[in-house]
């Protein structure tokens, strides 16, 4: 495929072209897919926004026709292929022969000399993605996964490009035209809705605060199954949750509202609340999707738009932003996400802004892993949005992760049970007993036992955080 704009040949296969990456005109032909019977119907929750639903499997995976005979006969003369990626090729070891520069290779009465086999010097050798610690990985999307929240209710987003482009699902932003974005920090900003699809669940947030920032990386080409992934969001109210799991599907067909075409199937968790999250790929770091939907029932399955599928219409809303006006004609196709919440979710406006006891013992559960975490890593990071900011208890945290650091202690907690909770109405208390291991850093082993008090707090939002821990003797 010839570049029209730099005049690089490409792969025909390619979208963009390698040289400078403008889109190639390379529209992608859909196969037809063989349906087996009537089509199964999935029971489906849209991860974002305000909306239950029912989503319909499209289709099964193809069919494979058997190759005519005269081809399984041509085969027999062909070397074998080599094994798929992630599967074992032949187990015995085949030791590469070693040949002399100047000899010659006979091969079937053809003379090839070995310089003419070895590719010439100019000639790019194929470099393999670099591998990047998961821990690594999660930090640096955390800080560039946020939490899109709206009148009628929240998602997640990721940062696009330098120029404060976020992407997240167009149900998530659907009937707003101005929205709440959270960084991991808990700050607030303001963001305007550019972009929005009313065939294609994406759309497009302008943050003039974050132009500058470095945005996550992408990636431009389709992912194997059996990657491991790693999904960003805030699912259940729970901001800036990552999971971890596996590429599980590809090619998946579903018609609800919008229409979601080869989309990716995952097992890593996602919940309400994750819609318009990053899927990255845990190897790379790189964006391979955006978190879409979930299955109601059942097994852990999601599913994730792959984002080079939308790279060019999102670029496109980056450098030509539609009018505000042009983003409130798209809301009517929405009127049916309305029906949906009627029908099957009774959406109660206390509901989030009241202390729930089994939610409270949960956030401490959180918190307790995450401040582990915490100290394992000497990473301050992990535990620091789940703290009100700037608070004393906050600041004591963080300068006991500065002082331990580097000093090779070991942390390993063994119990944490929780022994009563009250409710006030602007703040609750929760009383726990927990003991961990501790190797200081003299390397003295012991066990130690704690009794604490969590004073935790709620914003407008119903997100818990704790303002204060105390100690008891």
Same mark, same amino acid.
């Given at each position: 495929?010839?570049?029209?704009?730099?005049?690089?040949?490409?792969?025909?296969? *390619?979208?963009?072209?390698?040289?400078?990456?403008?889109?190639?005109?390379?529209?992608?032909?859909?196969?037809?897919?063989?349906?087996?019977?009537?089509?199964?119907?999935?029971? /489906?929750?849209?991860?974002?926004?305000?909306?239950?639903?029912?989503?319909?499997?499209?289709?099964?995976? &193809?069919?494979?026709?058997?190759?005519?005979?005269?081809?399984?006969?041509?085969?027999?003369?062909? &070397?074998?292929?080599?094994?798929?990626?992630?599967?074992?090729?032949?187990?015995?070891?085949?030791?590469?022969?070693?040949?002399?520069?100047?000899?010659?290779?006979?091969?079937?009465?053809?003379? @090839?000399?070995?310089?003419?086999?070895?590719?010439?010097?100019?000639? &790019?050798?194929?470099?393999?993605?670099?591998?990047?610690?998961?821990? *690594?990985?999660?930090?640096?999307?955390?800080?560039?996964?946020? $939490?899109?929240?709206?009148?009628?209710?929240?998602?997640?987003?990721?940062?696009?490009?330098?120029?404060?482009?976020?992407?997240?699902?167009?149900?998530?932003?659907?009937?707003?035209?101005?929205?709440?974005?959270?960084?991991?920090?808990?700050?607030?900003?303001?963001?305007?809705?550019?972009?929005?699809?009313?065939?294609?669940?994406?759309?497009?947030?302008?943050?003039?605060?974050?132009?500058?920032?470095?945005?996550?990386?992408?990636?431009?080409?389709?992912?194997?199954?059996? @990657?491991?992934?790693?999904?960003?969001?805030?699912?259940?109210?729970?901001?800036?949750?990552?999971?971890?799991?596996?590429?599980?599907?590809?090619?998946?067909?579903?018609?609800?509202?919008?229409? +979601?075409?080869?989309?990716?199937? %995952?097992?890593?968790?996602?919940?309400?609340?994750?819609?318009?999250?990053?899927? %990255?790929?845990?190897? $790379?770091?790189?964006?391979?999707?955006?978190?879409?939907?979930?299955?109601?029932?059942?097994?852990?399955?999601?599913?994730?738009?792959?984002?080079?599928?939308?790279?060019?219409?999102?670029?496109?809303?980056?450098?030509?932003?539609?009018?505000?006006?042009?983003?409130?004609?798209?809301?009517?196709?929405?009127?049916?996400?309305?029906?949906?919440?009627?029908?099957?979710?009774?959406?109660?406006?206390?509901?989030?802004?009241?202390?729930?006891? @089994?939610?409270?013992?949960?956030?401490?559960?959180?918190?307790? +892993?995450?401040?582990?975490?915490?100290?394992?890593?000497?990473?301050?990071?992990?535990?620091?949005?789940?703290?009100?900011?700037?608070?004393? /208890?906050?600041?004591?945290?963080? @300068?006991?992760?500065?002082?331990?650091?580097?000093?090779?202690?070991?942390?390993?907690?063994?119990?944490?049970?929780?022994?009563? /909770?009250? /409710?006030?109405?602007?703040? *609750?208390?929760?009383?726990?007993?927990?003991?961990?291991?501790?190797?200081?850093?003299?390397?003295?082993?012991?066990?130690?036992?704690?009794?604490?008090?969590?004073? %935790?707090?709620?914003?407008?939002?119903?997100?818990?955080?704790?303002?204060?821990?105390?100690?008891?003797?």
């Amino acid at each position: 495929m010839l570049c029209k704009k730099c005049g690089h040949e490409n792969e025909s296969s *390619a979208n963009f072209c390698k040289n400078c990456g403008a889109a190639l005109d390379n529209k992608r032909i859909k196969k037809a897919k063989k349906r087996k019977g009537l089509a199964a119907v999935l029971s /489906i929750l849209l991860l974002g926004g305000a909306g239950f639903g029912t989503a319909q499997l499209l289709a099964d995976e &193809p069919e494979q026709a058997e190759p005519p005979a005269e081809e399984l006969a041509d085969a027999k003369d062909e &070397p074998t292929a080599e094994p798929p990626k992630g599967k074992e090729a032949n187990p015995e070891p085949i030791s590469e022969p070693e040949v002399p520069v100047e000899s010659e290779e006979i091969t079937e009465g053809t003379v @090839t000399k070995v310089e003419d086999i070895v590719p010439p010097a100019d000639q &790019p050798e194929k470099v393999e993605p670099k591998k990047i610690e998961k821990t *690594a990985i999660i930090k640096e999307a955390q800080q560039k996964t946020y $939490t899109i929240l709206t009148e009628t209710g929240q998602g997640s987003g990721f940062l696009f490009t330098d120029t404060g482009m976020v992407v997240t699902n167009a149900h998530v932003v659907a009937g707003s035209t101005d929205v709440v974005v959270r960084n991991i920090n808990g700050q607030d900003v303001q963001g305007k809705v550019v972009g929005i699809s009313d065939e294609s669940d994406i759309a497009l947030i302008k943050v003039e605060e974050y132009t500058g920032m470095i945005p996550l990386e992408t990636e431009m080409a389709p992912t194997d199954v059996g @990657t491991e992934v790693i999904a960003l969001g805030s699912p259940s109210g729970f901001e800036n949750t990552a999971s971890i799991g596996y590429l599980t599907g590809i090619d998946r067909d579903f018609d609800q509202e919008f229409l +979601y075409e080869d989309i990716y199937q %995952i097992d890593a968790h996602i919940a309400p609340g994750s819609s318009g999250g990053p899927l %990255i790929d845990a190897g $790379t770091g790189k964006v391979i999707g955006i978190n879409s939907l979930v299955m109601e029932e059942g097994d852990s399955i999601g599913f994730s738009i792959p984002l080079y599928s939308m790279h060019a219409e999102l670029s496109e809303w980056a450098q030509n932003p539609m009018t505000e006006e042009e983003v409130s004609s798209k809301f009517h196709v929405y009127d049916d996400f309305e029906g949906y919440e009627d029908e099957d979710y009774e959406y109660d406006p206390n509901l989030e802004k009241t202390f729930d006891e @089994t939610h409270l013992s949960e956030f401490i559960g959180d918190f307790r +892993y995450y401040y582990e975490q915490s100290l394992v890593n000497e990473d301050f990071f992990y535990v620091q949005n789940l703290l009100v900011y700037e608070s004393d /208890i906050y600041n004591s945290i963080l @300068t006991y992760i500065d002082e331990i650091s580097g000093k090779g202690m070991e942390f390993n907690f063994t119990k944490l049970d929780i022994i009563d /909770i009250e /409710i006030f109405e602007e703040y *609750a208390v929760v009383q726990t007993e927990e003991a961990f291991e501790l190797k200081n850093a003299e390397g003295e082993s012991s066990l130690e036992e704690r009794s604490k008090s969590y004073t %935790i707090v709620m914003d407008e939002n119903g997100f818990y955080y704790v303002s204060d821990i105390v100690n008891h003797e």
